[in-house]
C-alpha cells in the first residue's frame, strides 16, 4: 500500500489550497480515507474522513466549513479542498487509511499560511 500526497505548499492568509493523495497498491474504493495534520510542536490531529461507499464526509471542528473532502474512486484519489486558511492551519498533512488493523500513511506534505 502507497499513499502519496501532493499540493501547493505556501499560501496567504484567507487563501485556499488543494491538497491530493493517490493511493495504490490496494481496492481503494473500498476503504474510508482520512486526512491527518500536525503542527510544530503539537501531537498529530485528525482532520476529515470520507466514506467508502457514498462519499458522505465529516470534518473536525476547527476546519469544518472552511475545507472540503473529496474522493474520485476512478483516479484512486482523494482532494482536500481548503479554503479561508489560517496560520494555525499550518501543519504538515497526511493522509492516512486503516486496513486489517493497520494504519498506511504518506509521507507528508508541508502546508504553511503566512503573508
Known amino acids: 500500500v502507497q499513499l502519496v500526497e501532493s499540493g501547493r505548499n505556501l499560501v496567504q492568509p484567507g487563501g485556499s489550497l488543494r491538497l491530493s493523495c493517490a493511493a495504490s497498491g490496494l481496492p481503494f474504493s473500498y476503504y474510508v480515507m482520512n486526512w491527518y495534520r500536525q503542527a510544530p510542536g503539537k501531537e498529530r490531529e485528525w482532520v476529515a474522513a470520507?466514506?467508502?461507499?457514498?462519499?458522505?464526509?465529516n470534518y473536525a471542528d476547527s476546519v469544518k466549513g472552511r475545507f472540503t473532502l473529496s474522493r474520485d474512486n476512478d483516479k484512486n484519489t482523494v482532494y482536500l479542498e481548503m479554503n479561508s486558511l489560517k496560520a494555525e492551519d499550518t501543519a504538515v498533512y497526511y493522509c492516512n487509511l486503516r486496513r486489517a488493523g493497520r494504519d498506511y500513511w504518506g509521507h507528508g506534505t508541508q502546508v504553511t499560511v503566512s503573508s
Open positions: 470520507i466514506t467508502s461507499v457514498g462519499g458522505s464526509t
